[in-house]
């Protein structure tokens, strides 16, 4: 690549073996290091330092396992919290550093049949935390309160906080609305702070979701892949 006339290249700043069973992906973190896991559910957190002018220093900051299967990872790179999910693996959020659990997700409730829905996160996003639930407004025409793949009202009455608030205790959240996407083409918002169910859900397309993210100029946009 070339900037201002000067051609630019990558230089290479180590190397490291993780050892990871079936590895999956990993994602840089800023102020942390590259977080990498495995579909089982083993977890590294990779330091680097670059002490050393001709290359870089890259260790094992910590390791540790979690339940998988994992499909999907992100963080918020501002709070210590990383979010995993998988398939029949709903949506978690753990501490970075630890990976003690901190919140869970609940399943959306059983279809029209009273049959289970199935569960595949494939892809997961914090949204800015300026982003609130009344901006959904204008949305909610696209989906009723969280049904069979998000078509129809639930019947009974509505979860309990309680739901949400039993893995959370004292913890500050940051950014509490996160959007998954899932092997079964849908797009589901969650606001962890009152619910540990999704409060909008959506069929997108004919195809799996395969990148959820948010848009950066608009806090109530997000971009869809499949």
Known sequence: AKEDGEERTLDHIGTLETDIEDPMGCMWIPQVGVLCYGSVGEVRLVGISLDNEEDGD????NQYSIPGPLSACSSTCVDNTVAFGGKENDLKLYDLESGKERWKAR???????NLRQPIWITSICFLNAAYSLESLASMSSMSSDVGANGHGKRKGKNPSRKDAAEAVDTYSWNNAHIVTGTGYKQVRLYDIKTNARPVLSMDIDNFRITHVSPAVSNDHHIYVGD
């Open 58 to 61: 890259v260790f094992v900051k």
């Open 107 to 113: 399943n959306v409730p059983h279809d029209n049949l």
